[in-house]
């Protein structure tokens, strides 16, 4: 049996496994398991060590292990060392290799290229800078930079090649990163965006997946901008580790139903 997981603390409200059960349930992958692994911190490289020897594959890395994964690792990708966090590791021949899927994840959910578009980001945070850096590389012609910290902000835009900003400027697509709408918060008291602003965007990504679309993501539809949910967005970055760990094609029909049966 091939053994694949996500380590995290805490980890039991990932929707990881279902997602990787559906794949592998509609691909006949029956020698195929995806778990959870819970782990706190100070026990996470002993873990990982010793994952291979117990018929581990790889693994999904989540909070709080990202920059513990990178700093492990004994190959890590060009793209996880740029953006400073991994969240896939791959064992093999004795070694852990690390990649950062999130980045590539986002380009895949995206309804358009970003080639030559302005984008705006909301939030200086881990996910904020794998924005960044995703928008960069796929050839964004400016990334701009909004958080409620302006120091964090021009910290990340320093290191990454974008621009802070204290207000929204024009762009054709904006992500937002911020914990804001995980809970029952109202995006638009906490964020410097007008409902009647959105329809200027020609896409808006919100990273929040618990309970459903968010009031952000709504608005913006009733505004006529394309969308992309968190839930989109696991599944576009799990697909990558799918594809990874087992060298087939992901079936992504089947990634998302598991993600919406196990957001109830």
Known sequence: ????????????????????????GALGMSDWHYGLLPVPPELFEETVRALPGAGFTGANVTMPHKHAALALADEPTERARAIGAANTLTFADGRILADNTDARGLIDALPFAVAGRRALVLGA????????????????????????????????????GSRAVARPEPADLLVQTTSVGHGDEDHFEHLP????????????????????????????????????????????????????????????????????????
């Open 1 to 24: 049996m091939d053994r694949l997981g996500v380590l995290g603390w805490p980890v039991r409200h990932s929707r990881s496994p279902a997602m990787f059960r559906a794949a592998f």
């Open 125 to 160: 945070g881990g996910t904020a800078r794998a924005v960044v850096w995703a928008l960069r590389d796929a050839g964004a012609a400016e990334v701009m930079v909004w958080n409620r910290t302006p120091e964090r902000a021009e910290r990340l835009c320093d290191e990454l």
């Open 193 to 264: 965006l007008e409902r009647d602003g959105l329809g200027s965007y020609a896409c808006v990504v919100d990273y929040v997946y618990a309970g459903g679309r968010s009031a952000l993501l709504d608005a913006a539809s009733a505004a006529g901008a394309a969308v992309v949910d968190g839930q989109e967005l696991l599944v576009r970055q799990g697909a990558l580790g799918f594809e990874r760990w087992t060298g087939i094609a992901p079936p992504l029909d089947a990634m998302r139903a598991g993600v919406r049966g196990a957001a109830g």
